[in-house]
């Protein structure tokens, strides 16, 4: 198949650590799947971790021969993978589209909070426990960064354990009210749902028709 664009894989880990999955499943659909990296909690704190994923999609881009650059990722990736999608790169609206798979966007969700509430990763990544009107919380909130317009595509199973599966209800309204075209799949299962299952592959293919010239 011929490549459509560059996709920036950023892996999941609760920012503490790497998850296995790789975005490799997504490359038949048309994608040159290329890995990024990033600084653990361990290592620094927010926002370090978005300002090495826009070195990396720089890295990308300049390697990408004219082709569009997506961004994606899994579980705590989905979460820069929205940052870089709404936020841009070097500008907003530089980014074709972000897909986020499973992805926590809100520190102060009550229902994440009272799931999380003793083993929070937020608090790891910002370095104290999120509140309203911190500015590190604020920042880190991918609901504070829309209106670029760039297209998001949202799946999450309802199911999952780890992210409760109304955090991407919530932002899919939140990015729809502000004029971004969002594709959302909830469907069965818990947290780290297979990318190259069906339904998924399914609709990520079916988003990527709507953002990419065709294959």
Do not use: K, N
């Not at 826009?54 to 990722?73: D, E, M, N, Q, W």
């Not at 069965?188 to 190259?196: F, K, V, W």
């Amino acid at each position: 198949m011929t490549e459509r664009a560059v996709l920036l894989w950023i892996h999941g880990g609760g920012w503490r650590g790497r998850y296995h999955e790789d975005g490799a499943a997504l490359a038949p659909l048309g994608l040159r799947v290329v890995a990024a990296t990033y600084r653990f909690v361990d290592e620094a704190r927010w926002p370090a971790q978005l300002d090495d994923v826009r070195a990396a999609a720089r890295s990308a881009r300049a390697v990408a021969g004219g082709l569009p650059l997506l961004v994606g990722g899994d579980s705590a990736g989905g979460m820069l993978a929205l940052h870089l999608a709404l936020r841009g790169v070097d500008r907003p609206g530089d980014v074709a589209a972000g897909l986020a798979y499973w992805a926590p966007h809100d520190p102060l969700d009550p229902e994440y909070r009272r799931l999380r509430a003793d083993d929070d990763p937020w608090a790891g990544l910002l370095g104290h426990p999120p509140a309203a009107g911190d500015p590190a919380t604020v920042d880190a909130t991918v609901a504070s960064h829309l209106g670029s317009g760039v297209p998001v595509l949202l799946v999450h199973g309802r199911e999952d354990g780890s992210v409760p599966a109304g955090q991407s209800l919530d932002l899919a309204r939140r990015l729809l009210a502000a004029g971004h075209p969002v594709h959302t799949w909830l469907t069965d299962g818990g947290h780290a749902l297979d990318l190259a299952r069906p339904d998924i592959r399914a609709v990520t293919a079916a988003f990527l028709d709507t953002v990419l010239p065709p294959g």
